[in-house]
């Protein structure tokens, strides 16, 4: 088969949002290290190859609101697409405590190529589909519940942005009533990376946007994505509407 580095749904669906999902698959393209990280397989189904859930959510969520889905066909230990490319994490050697073999000894070359073959490609597309009047963005991710050593995370919801992003409290309001703990406001992870995917192609635009972070084990299984799918399909929409845009 033919290697692709994104995938597109619903190009031509008229609604303004664009739902983008950076960390879609745990794949590992051939022409790295002959498709193989040198991970065993359970490493490899965990929160540090992919998003777990976040593609299937993002899929559900394109066909309720109407909207284009671009999701990412490489893993995120591949390299990180919702990295700056002179991100330092941006090719990963030793996530939440496990060794990445064939990241370890991997030189600019290797870098170079993966960056021309996986990353650039899928920002292209992004952009493309960017492009369109009154675009609004949003991100999908999911979170593991606990990381290594570190105490349980109580958010089933996080919804990341900076400072001066005005259409995300919105949505954080919007999501209270359908969650059973607290809504994450930059949490689990600060809203904020210089020359991430939402950096590159929404704040450097002035277009609304936020990032979505769900709990994987609420996303694992498809009840669970479809439930969260709905419950964003209405939340988003409201947001919109109350923040003005």
């Not at 930059?186 to 929404?202: F, Q, R, S, V």
Request: charge should be negative.
């Amino acid at each position: 088969m033919t290697y692709t580095p994104y995938f597109i749904h619903g190009a031509d669906r008229p609604a303004r949002w664009l739902i983008t999902c950076d960390h879609a698959t745990n794949v590992v393209p051939p022409f790295v290290n002959d498709g193989d990280l040198g991970l065993p397989r359970e490493d490899m189904e965990r929160h540090i190859a992919y998003d777990v859930g976040a593609y299937e959510v993002s899929k559900h969520l394109g066909e309720m609101l109407d909207a284009p889905v671009i999701a990412s066909n490489f893993s995120r230990l591949v390299i990180d697409p919702n990295r700056g490319d002179d991100d330092p994490t941006l090719l990963m050697k030793l996530y939440d405590g496990t060794i990445i073999p064939a990241n370890r000894h991997a030189n600019a070359a290797e870098r170079e190529h993966r960056l021309s073959e996986c990353y650039r490609p899928y920002h292209s597309e992004l952009s493309k589909l960017a492009d369109r009047e009154n675009v609004v963005i949003i991100s999908v991710h999911s979170f593991t519940p606990q990381l290594r050593g570190r105490p349980q995370r109580p958010w089933e919801i996080g919804i990341l942005f900076p400072k001066d992003e005005q259409f995300s409290p919105h949505v954080v309001e919007h999501l209270k009533p359908h969650t059973n703990a607290p809504v994450g406001v930059n949490e689990p992870y600060k809203g904020y990376l210089p020359g991430d995917a939402i950096d590159t192609h929404a704040s450097a635009h002035g277009r609304p946007n936020t990032l979505i972070e769900l709990r994987n084990d609420l996303i694992a299984e498809q009840a669970g994505q479809i439930a969260w799918a709905e419950k964003l399909a209405v939340a988003l929409p409201r947001a919109l509407s109350s923040a003005g845009f």
